[in-house]
């Protein structure tokens, strides 16, 4: 008989209870906290530039004394056809460590969308679903090697990772 260990909520597909979005919600932290070791000294937009991979993006919209919130995107194509996809509003409650999606871009409807606005899908599912490919994009957006990190202004070189 093989005794499997139970796995964490966020790595199961169907797993949507609150106790398991909000796992997810501090999963989601802790991976943007290494995308973005130096978020807190961050201003206006950033791009993360790695060989053979797509550019990330990632603009701070609003910074209170707990809470930041940004947007994730890849860019594609140029001039007036630049088309962002997936571009996803994030919310970061930093006391409470927790990163949740509030919002995303709809190409067919050309506007914000909250994470609500699914029809026909719950609202816990529907914030499940969408935080749950954040996780898996984070994971994919991290091995790849991206990292938005600010510069120093003396030596023009990347401050110090401080999670590593």
Same mark, same amino acid.
């Given at each position: 008989?093989?005794? *499997?260990?139970?796995?964490?909520?966020?790595?199961?597909?169907?797993?949507? !209870?609150?106790? =398991?979005?909000?796992?997810?919600?501090? /999963?989601?932290?802790?991976? @943007? #906290?290494?995308?973005?070791?130096? @978020?807190? %000294?961050?201003?206006?937009?950033?791009? /993360?530039?790695?060989?053979? =991979? /797509? &550019?990330?993006?990632?603009?701070?919209?609003?910074?209170?004394?707990?809470?930041?919130?940004?947007?994730? /995107?890849? *860019?594609?194509?140029?001039? *007036? +056809?630049?088309?962002?996809?997936? &571009?996803?509003?994030?919310?970061? $409650?930093? &006391? %409470?460590?927790?990163? *949740?999606?509030?919002?995303?871009?709809?190409?067919?409807?050309?506007?914000?969308?909250?994470?609500?606005?699914? =029809?026909?899908?719950?609202?816990? %599912?529907?914030?499940?679903?969408?935080? #749950?490919?954040?996780?898996?994009? @984070?994971? $994919?957006?991290? !091995?790849?090697?991206?990292?938005?990190?600010? +510069?120093? !202004? !003396?030596?023009?070189?990347?401050?110090? &990772?401080?999670?590593?």
């Amino acid at each position: 008989m093989i005794l *499997e260990r139970p796995l964490p909520a966020h790595l199961n597909p169907r797993y949507v !209870t609150f106790a =398991a979005l909000m796992e997810l919600y501090e /999963s989601n932290y802790l991976r @943007l #906290r290494r995308l973005c070791p130096d @978020l807190d %000294a961050m201003k206006g937009g950033q791009v /993360s530039r790695v060989a053979g =991979a /797509s &550019d990330l993006y990632l603009t701070v919209v609003e910074r209170t004394p707990y809470t930041t919130r940004l947007r994730l /995107s890849y *860019e594609f194509g140029h001039g *007036e +056809r630049v088309r962002r996809q997936p &571009d996803m509003l994030i919310r970061m $409650f930093h &006391d %409470a460590r927790q990163a *949740e999606v509030v919002g995303r871009y709809c190409r067919r409807r050309g506007e914000d969308l909250t994470v609500d606005a699914m =029809a026909g899908v719950s609202g816990l %599912a529907c914030r499940w679903r969408h935080n #749950r490919f954040l996780f898996k994009w @984070l994971g $994919f957006c991290l !091995t790849q090697g991206h990292r938005f990190r600010v +510069r120093d !202004t !003396t030596t023009n070189l990347p401050l110090v &990772d401080p999670l590593v």
